[in-house]
């Protein structure tokens, strides 16, 4: 056998062919944690885009790994792209921010200032007197981009450090105030795929 088709198999079976499985991996389960999250959203359009890019990636993949079951690499490369896919993926999912939280403050100190300073930075805030386990506190929601979630929870640890405070994700908003804030997730590219409620 000539000893440079010998190296260039080898190379392809054991370099190569892992190389490309362990990326094909990672951009289909990228893609299918994208595509949950989408659903969840009810972004219908841009969910059967993603389905479609993901099972068509991951058939690729299974079947080079069907043509190859003897080889311990694509066992090993299949098995970390699914790893670091599921990271990348979240990964993603958080920096896209295409979702929208409701974050609940409960504080016994005064919240005047607290809630002055949210207003101030075009956040749209409602408060309520309420009684705790041990006496009266303010309790404030807010709806906020989740891009602007880190900047909010410093306003509120410096204003009430001691607050109490829970985020939850929240899958439609009809209408609220948010700072002005637009990126290509948010923009006229993702509006083509939002759900759209027909009037009456």
């Excluded at 054991?14 to 499985?21: A, D, G, K, S």
């Excluded at 490369?77 to 699914?82: H, N, Q, S």
């Excluded at 979240?90 to 929208?100: D, F």
């Excluded at 981009?145 to 306003?155: P, S």
Aim: glycine share 6%; with cysteine; hydrophobic share 45%.
């Amino acid at each position: 056998m000539d000893t440079t088709a010998f190296v260039d198999t080898t190379f392809y079976t054991w370099v190569l062919l892992p190389f490309l499985i362990f990326s094909a991996r990672i951009f289909d389960v990228t893609l299918g944690t994208l595509r949950v999250i989408f659903i969840t959203r009810g972004m219908k359009y841009l969910s059967a885009c993603i389905g479609f890019l993901e099972i068509l990636i991951w058939l690729l993949a299974i079947g080079q790994i069907f043509k190859n079951l003897n080889n311990v690499a694509c066992y090993l490369a299949y098995a970390g792209g699914f790893a670091c896919g599921s990271f990348l993926g979240i990964y993603c999912a958080e920096r896209l921010s295409i979702n929208k939280v409701i974050i609940r403050i409960i504080t016994v100190k005064d919240a005047t200032n607290l809630v002055k300073h949210l207003k101030k930075e075009h956040y749209g805030v409602t408060t309520l007197d309420a009684q705790g386990a041990e006496g009266p506190v303010t309790v404030v929601f807010s709806i906020i981009n989740r891009q602007n979630l880190e900047k909010v929870v410093a306003i509120v640890k410096r204003f009430n450090p001691q607050a109490f405070y829970s985020v939850q994700d929240i899958k439609f908003v009809s209408e609220g105030i948010f700072p002005e804030h637009r990126s290509i997730m948010n923009g006229s590219l993702m509006e083509m795929f939002r759900p759209h409620r027909k009037s009456k």
